[in-house]
């Protein structure tokens, strides 16, 4: 698609900063720049030229300028990039000077929208990109990264050439119904498609777990009231984030708060000690508690070295059954390593003799965390980043597998089986943008950030 309007944004921060930097985009762009630079006849394809910004005679900044040829480009026009000193005045300065030379203010994601249109990117490599600037872990960005090079648009590309060659199979064997020749059986077209079942159910189950990061993983402290949940997020935070005291029944709601361990992105979550309550409020907060027990797959589960583990302890880490939990030993500090034993040995040598006052271990808490997140994740760790959207169609997709297995199952007519599959290649299609309708891009787009 060719565009007659040129668009241009600042790709950096409207604040003081070394250098800001400046897009342009459109058939435009080489005459706009030429026009306001001091080095016209010096601008070549991707060659970076240091001069002047003018306005009139008035050197606006010394900048560094670099122009592509279409379609060598990010988004497959004409482009320029204009690096100035990071100060928003003249970022400013210079854009009003583009926007006089007839350029239009880029939109949210217009950059990458374009470069869409242009058959630069597909939507599984656009929504990389637009993770790459938003991960908020190392993870993350890996697998953004993986995909802005094709992971995701390469997984779907095989589900789609293997659907096509089985549709082609089964629209054969219509072809020559009368010829009495079977060219596919019916069990082959079944496997077949049983396995892009698997395939389909495979991607799937990866973008999900790509949600899930991007998310970030829940992690609940829980435990009886005053055993020193909140000490532990504060210190976990560093910060006075929770309210401590020494009156149990403190917290009452829950407080989340993000950290990154092990390059995840964690969602640490203080909740309300879990006892019988005392009050309708506790019992809510108690409630919630237990609701988060029962969400996450990995939990901290704190006990108080100086009480022992009580009645109310056992009853938390009944709760607990069947999840992932790593069990802190609080305030070991109050006792002596000879009552740490003991009670290590009365969890059944699990637990970590821990202090939130002291920061005794901090570090093995820490790895705990490494290695329940690395079993979890470690064979997982080539996710897929993808919106609700994409999650939709994926199901969509997999509602319809089953609908033409059941066709095949039970000896349906090959023209519906031929149909299901057509419906499911769109879908496919869908994914990638190549049959996406305008409204929806949009606002696929509209979540990108200015200048990208
Ligand atoms: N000596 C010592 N005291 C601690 C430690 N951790 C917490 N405390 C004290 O234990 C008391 C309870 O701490 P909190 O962090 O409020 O406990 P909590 O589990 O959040 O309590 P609730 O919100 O009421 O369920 C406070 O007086 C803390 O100062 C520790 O490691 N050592
Ligand atoms: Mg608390």
Redesign the pocket.
């Known amino acids: 698609m060719m565009y007659e309007d040129s668009i241009c944004a600042p790709a950096t921060p409207p604040v003081n900063s070394p250098i800001a930097i400046i897009r342009v985009s459109g058939p435009d762009t080489f005459r706009a720049v030429a026009s306001l630079f001091s080095r016209p006849d010096a601008l070549a394809h991707r060659r970076a030229v240091y001069g002047s910004i003018l306005d009139g005679r008035t050197i606006v900044d010394d900048v560094v300028l670099l122009v592509y040829r279409a379609p060598a480009s990010f988004t497959g026009e004409d482009m320029a990039e204009i690096f100035c000193h990071g100060n928003p005045l003249i970022v400013n300065r210079i854009m009003a000077l583009l926007l006089a030379r007839g350029m239009r203010v880029a939109g949210p994601g217009e950059f990458s929208s374009r470069a869409f249109h242009n058959g630069k990117i597909d939507l599984t490599e656009a929504e990389a990109i637009n993770h790459i600037i938003t991960a908020r872990g190392e993870w993350e960005i890996e697998a953004s990264v993986r995909q802005m090079h094709g992971s995701l648009a390469r997984a779907i590309d095989e589900i789609r050439e293997r659907l096509i060659a089985l549709k082609a199979d089964i629209e054969c064997g219509i072809d020559f119904a009368e010829e009495e020749i079977e060219f596919v059986s019916n069990s082959a077209a079944l496997e077949g498609l049983n396995y892009i079942r698997e395939l389909v159910e495979g991607v799937l189950r990866q973008c999900r777990i790509g949600e899930r990061v991007s998310r970030g993983i829940d992690l609940p402290i829980v435990?009886r009231?005053?055993?020193?949940?909140?000490?532990v997020l504060n210190l976990l935070l560093n910060a006075e984030r929770?309210i401590?005291?020494?009156?149990?029944?403190?917290?009452r709601d829950t407080i989340s708060e993000s950290i990154r361990i092990a390059g995840m992105h964690i969602r640490l979550i203080?909740t309300?000690?879990i006892d019988v309550p005392s009050c309708e409020i506790e019992e809510m907060g108690i409630g919630l508690s237990l609701a988060k027990i029962e969400a996450s797959s990995l939990l901290v589960v704190?006990v108080d070295a100086s009480t022992g583990i009580l009645e109310e302890d056992r009853r938390v880490l009944d709760a607990a059954e069947g999840k992932k939990r790593i069990v802190l030993i609080?305030?070991?500090?109050?006792v002596d390593e000879a009552v740490l034993a003991g009670l290590r040995g009365e969890l059944g040598g699990e637990g970590i003799s821990?202090?939130?006052?002291?920061g005794r271990g901090l570090k093995e808490l820490e790895a705990a965390v490494r290695v329940s997140l690395s079993e979890d994740f470690v064979d997982q760790k080539d996710f897929f980043v993808a919106d609700v959207r994409m999650t939709g169609l994926l199901e969509e997709a997999l509602t319809s597998i089953r609908r033409a297995e059941g066709l095949l199952a039970d000896a349906g007519p090959a023209e519906i089986v031929a149909f299901e599959l057509q419906s499911l290649l769109d879908t496919l299609a869908a994914l990638t943008g190549e049959v996406t309708p305008d409204d929806v891009l949009n606002s696929i787009f509209s979540r990108f950030c200015i200048g990208k």
Do not use: H, I, Y
């Open positions: 435990g009231p005053n055993v020193g949940k909140s000490s929770a401590v005291s020494a009156v149990p029944g403190t917290t203080d309300a000690g704190v609080n305030k070991a500090d109050l821990f202090s939130a006052k002291t």
